[in-house]
């Protein structure tokens, strides 16, 4: 089945600095999402991509769609501690099921 | 984006016991997605659920383990069946909605432990 490779799996940063996680995979996709799994909750979609080469933002938070559409990346700004949690990348397959990257687990220290 | 509410939120079961988990959603969507979160690990898709139709399972998951009922377009659930400790994870229930079909928005999840 389908495989994302995403990294970092987990990264520690001092408030303030900038973070950027990324995704690839070995197939095309037509959509690259981009989630935030807080503890007890489930993920919220951050940012949703659809054409390749496409950068999106979020307040501090920047997407793109890779060029080859086999990957994308995940820039956050100026990081602050509500930003720790789990981010996923995922993309969505012909039935719209959803596929998960293994996530990056994201400590900010004060 | 649509609200989803799960129950229970969380539950502590015993071996062999079965657990159904209810999805509600505020609005009519056409599918719903059953995921699961093993501990410390992504989420990985169990069925895909349509209302007045059978669900649909992935590789690995199979309908006598994982009852999946949808009997009205804001309502569905999963029963784990016959459960074992390698069950004890948190299961998601999700709709598809937003700017296109292929967003997906999560409830708040099910943590089970079972003993």
């Known amino acids: 089945g389908q495989q994302l490779n995403q990294s970092p799996q987990s990264m520690f940063i001092q408030e303030g600095e900038d973070v950027s996680m990324n995704c690839t995979s070995s197939?095309?996709?037509?959509?690259w999402l981009w989630y935030k799994q807080d503890p007890g909750e489930g993920p919220v979609l951050l940012i949703a991509?659809?054409?390749?080469?496409e950068l999106t933002s979020n307040g501090r938070l920047t997407a793109q769609f890779g060029i080859t559409r086999k990957d994308s990346f995940l820039n956050i700004s100026a990081s602050i501690p509500s930003d720790v949690g789990i981010y996923f990348c995922?993309?969505?397959?012909?039935?719209?099921?959803?596929?998960f990257g293994s996530g990056t687990q994201l400590t900010v220290l004060p | 984006s649509a609200v989803i509410s799960q129950k229970p939120s969380r539950d502590i079961c015993q071996r062999g016991t079965s657990l159904t988990i209810q999805c509600q959603v505020d609005s009519q969507v056409t599918m719903m997605f059953w995921y699961r979160q093993q501990p410390g690990q992504s989420l990985t898709l169990i069925a895909t659920?349509?209302?007045?139709?059978?669900?649909?399972?992935e590789s690995g998951f199979v309908i006598d383990k994982f009852p999946i009922s949808r009997p009205n377009l804001t309502f569905s659930t999963l029963t784990v069946s016959n459960m074992s400790p390698e069950d004890s994870s948190i299961y998601l229930c999700?709709?598809?909605?937003?700017?296109?079909?292929?967003?997906?928005?999560f409830g708040p999840g099910t943590r089970l432990t079972v003993l």
């Open positions: 659920a349509n209302q007045g139709s059978e669900a649909t399972y």
């Open positions: 999700s709709v598809e909605g937003g700017r296109a079909v292929d967003e997906q928005f």
């Open positions: 991509l659809y054409k390749a080469g």
């Open positions: 197939s095309i996709f037509n959509t």
């Open positions: 995922a993309t969505s397959g012909s039935a719209r099921q959803l596929t």
